[in-house]
């Protein structure tokens, strides 16, 4: 009897213990100026935004739960979800008033009764304590406007309407003009009109671009951040010319003039076996990938912005690679870096570069007629047939 009173005990307090620590434990949320405001709207003092959306006009009242329509399912759910929309909420709510669940298997005098909340579970594969809760509140969801379950967040009201009137003034100047802008842009863009109309006292560095803000912002002027579909650039027209000319040279020269020369070939394609024929391709190697995007107003169908042609002046290193017509590798792919100092990097670093790969240096990064030179004498001339 000692025994068991004294488990007893232990075993309150071991309860009591537990349950301070659960309480003491709970995180408590931090209020912000934002919620202050939300709660307090008499202590801002700063104007509503005058953003460019439109006010909506409401809609239809929501209809009751008796004068919905029911629409029974074929079979039951065989997906779980985790996140219910309203719709899916009015749907659990109509089954449990609507679908009849037969009480005897006669055939005669058969009767019927609604279903209970573990039925709806095991047909709905939702929670029961959930399909509980959502029974007692049928009137409330019922009553709740839109499509989704969650309620709407408040929406928080505009701190800066001057300044953000000001910056989105500028930033659709410079889209005008097919400036790209990103969110750098937007950084430094913001400190000024900031400090100009904030009055005395007021410093750039005061002002906090946080990602909340810059979302809203988005959100509020109808702002994203899209693709570029248009590009101001084109092929200058005299590498038409030179290209017929190429390609005309190439003819003259590769092909048997008559029938005796056509005879004489020992050749693969005309004058020349495949082990002869060689191409290279140069690929710049940029640093910077973010030319492809800028910000824009929604909505639009042209992302238009004026940008270099081929990224030739974002370039740090330059690709070669020469591949001949037979697929044999003969001659290594070449990088060139941009460097000022070669001889310095090349005795720094040249033991930790690959093999397989050949490196130059220069100012430009980029092959130019000197070092295709090099490649003609020392890497053409020199590989193997």
């Not at 953003?51 to 009242?61: A, F, S, T």
């Not at 009480?103 to 009767?111: A, D, L």
Request: glycine share 6%; net charge positive; proline share 6%.
């Amino acid at each position: 009897m000692a025994f068991s009173m004294r488990f007893l005990a232990l075993f309150v307090i071991f309860v009591l213990c537990f349950a301070i620590l659960r309480i003491g434990i709970r995180p408590k949320l931090r209020a912000t100026p934002d919620d202050a405001n939300i709660e307090n709207p008499g202590t801002d003092h700063h104007p509503p935004p005058s953003g460019p959306r439109k006010k909506l006009r409401p809609g239809p009242k929501p209809l009751p739960l008796e004068a919905r329509s029911f629409r029974q399912r074929v079979g039951p759910i065989k997906k779980i979800c985790r996140t219910y929309s309203r719709s899916r909420k009015v749907q659990v709510i109509l089954f449990l008033m609507h679908h009849r669940v037969p009480i005897s298997v006669r055939v005669e005098n058969t009767q019927f009764r609604q279903p209970t909340h573990r039925e709806a579970w095991i047909y709905r594969k939702i929670p029961e304590t959930t399909i509980q809760q959502w029974w007692t509140a049928r009137h409330t969801i019922a009553a709740q406007g839109g499509t989704s379950g969650r309620q709407k967040s408040l929406r928080l009201m505009c701190l800066w309407p001057e300044m953000e009137k000001e910056l989105i003034d500028t930033f659709l100047d410079e889209r005008q003009k097919g400036k790209l802008v990103r969110r750098g842009w937007f950084r430094n863009k913001a400190r000024q009109p900031f400090v100009k109309h904030y009055g005395p006292g007021v410093t750039a560095n005061m002002f906090v671009f946080s990602v909340g803000w810059f979302n809203g912002f988005m959100k509020r002027w109808r702002i994203s951040c899209g693709v570029l579909t248009k590009i101001s650039s084109r092929v200058p027209d005299e590498y038409q010319r030179l290209v017929i000319n190429w390609l005309r040279f190439n003819r003259r020269n590769s092909q048997p003039r008559n029938f005796y020369e056509r005879a004489c070939l020992t050749t693969d394609v005309g004058w020349y076996r495949l082990s002869n024929i060689l191409n290279l391709d140069e690929t710049p190697i940029p640093f910077e990938y973010l030319d492809g995007k800028t910000y824009a107003i929604k909505g639009s169908i042209t992302v238009s912005g004026k940008t270099d042609r081929s990224g030739w002046d974002k370039r740090q290193a330059t690709l070669i690679l020469y591949i001949f017509v037979d697929g044999v590798s003969r001659i290594k792919p070449k990088i060139i870096f941009h460097a000022s100092s070669r001889n310095n990097i090349r005795r720094k670093e040249a033991h930790l570069w690959n093999t397989e790969v050949s490196v130059e240096l220069n100012s430009t990064a980029y092959n130019n007629e000197k070092l295709f030179l090099v490649f003609i004498d020392d890497d053409l001339f020199s590989c193997p047939e």
